[in-house]
Nanobody
Framework: VQLQASGGGLVQAGGALRLSCAASGSTFGSYSMGWYRQTPGKTREWVASISSGGSTAYADSVKGRFTISRDNAKNSVYLQMNSLKPEDTAVYLC?????????????WGQGTQVTVSS
């Protein structure tokens, strides 16, 4: 499985961006997907998750501003980010959790840079 994130860029505070993460593989619908973000010198921070059944969860810092969604027909997960703040500046990464008979494992995509100017 490979993940390809895109959609990052430079935006002013208060603006919006939509990140996409495209996955290879034929069983995307069974993956739990998540978005994380990382800034230099800080630990990776969980942002949002969506289960294979479509249940969503958000970090308190983005709740009400970000929306995670998925399109299984397109093997993709999205992160709609509204009302962006300078503190949202980070490299955003997508992750798939793939369950197997012997447990599960994570697959990470490369990041996409989001920069929010004040």
């Amino acid at each position: 499985v490979q993940l390809q994130a895109s959609g990052g860029g430079l935006v002013q505070a208060g603006g919006a961006l939509r990140l996409s993460c495209a996955a290879s593989g034929s069983t995307f619908g069974s993956y739990s997907m998540g978005w994380y973000r990382q800034t230099p010198g800080k630990t990776r921070e969980w942002v949002a998750s969506i289960s294979s059944g479509g249940s969503t969860a958000y970090a308190d810092s983005v709740k009400g501003r970000f929306t995670i969604s998925r399109d299984n027909a397109k093997n993709s997960v999205y992160l709609q980010m509204n009302s962006l703040k300078p503190e949202d500046t980070a490299v955003y990464l997508c992750k798939a959790y793939i369950a197997t008979m012997r447990g599960g494992y994570d697959v990470w995509g490369q990041g996409t840079q989001v920069t929010v100017s004040s």
